[in-house]
């Protein structure tokens, strides 16, 4: 077992139930494939518990709690909205929360075949998000930043891949421009801030629903645009970009430069998966692979 991680069982939750949410405690519990930070384990069939595992704070979940069900009226595609909140105690000394199921499959394990149908829809659910966030809404941390605040990430992800087809000339270019560009001008946004093929759902052939929104921030929007070639196929970008309102060159330079780090990232935990290290995921190399393409041509 991985430092600090605690082992969660069903007998565990089932427990944790009779003692919080007793009402809760008879509908079937199954576990949920996936998760680092948080386990998921479905309750009855609307129902999922967020039980945290690696992440460190109970800061993340809180944050769901407190601005999810603000959000979720007025996005068009459903997003998991907290509806108990467990309590740490002597058996789990870690918050948890029932929240409501998002129906689909993450886009990780699924595909996008109706590629115009998912553009217009991720335009129009960030669209709805990136709206100006109240004064009280949290500020961006490691997600957020502009992409001169990352080098160090970006540099790491860089050294640690074996590239393959790609060139560091021909990332570092669409990096270096993401670089040059000013900051964010614009107000504090709802910003996702973790939009990747994992925490997205599809179900026949498009977008179905946004989940994990524990990097939820207020700030630049570039960080959710960046999804345009992370979770689109080839030419779904272009589509994305005419129809999301509030794009400037600017921001949507960062965005691509983003996109790169972040397909670096997903081809990293598939180097790791592949290499059986803990934490890795082989079948997020490909994503990674294919989102960088289409990154690296633009589309």
């Known amino acids: ?5 605690i082992e969660i069982s069903e007998d565990l939750v089932r427990d ?3 003692e919080q949410h007793p009402d809760l405690a008879e ?6 494939a996936g998760g680092w930070g948080n386990q998921m384990w479905r309750l009855g069939d609307r129902l999922a518990v967020r039980m945290q595992r690696m992440d460190k704070s109970p800061g993340l979940q809180l944050k769901e709690r407190r601005w999810l069900p603000v959000l979720a009226s007025r996005l068009p595609l459903p997003i998991p909205t907290p509806v108990r909140s467990g309590a740490p105690s002597e058996r789990f000394p870690k918050v948890w929360t029932v929240m409501t199921w998002v129906e689909g499959t993450p886009l990780d394990h699924g595909s996008i075949t109706r590629g115009d149908h ?7 659910f960030l669209g709805a998000l990136h709206t100006e966030a109240p ?10 930043a502009h992409p001169k605040d990352c080098a160090n990430v970006f540099e790491d992800f860089l050294r640690a891949l074996d590239l393959g087809r790609f060139t560091e000339e021909e990332i570092r270019a669409v990096w270096d421009d993401a670089v040059a560009t000013p900051e964010w001008e614009g107000p504090r946004v709802w910003v996702h801030g973790d939009l990747h093929p994992a925490n997205v759902v599809v179900a026949d052939g498009t977008l179905a629903g946004i989940v994990d929104f524990g990097a939820l921030f207020a ?6 645009l960046s999804a345009a070639w992370l979770l689109l196929p080839a030419g779904g970008a272009l589509r994305f970009f005419d129809g999301y309102p509030h794009a400037d060159e600017a921001t949507v330079r960062r965005a691509r430069g983003l996109a790169a780090m972040k397909c670096l990232f997903l081809m990293l935990m598939g180097q790791n998966g592949d290499r059986g290290l803990p934490g890795g995921k082989s079948n997020w190399g490909p994503a990674g692979r294919s989102a960088l393409d289409r990154v690296l041509k633009g589309l």
């Open 135 to 144: 004064i009280d809404a949290p500020d961006a941390s490691d997600f957020g």
């Open 16 to 18: 944790l139930l009779r």
């Open 118 to 124: 998912a553009a217009d829809m991720l335009a129009a």
């Open 219 to 224: 700030g630049d929007p570039a960080w959710d």
């Open 27 to 32: 509908l079937p519990i199954r576990e949920v």
């Open 1 to 5: 077992m991985i430092e600090h991680e």
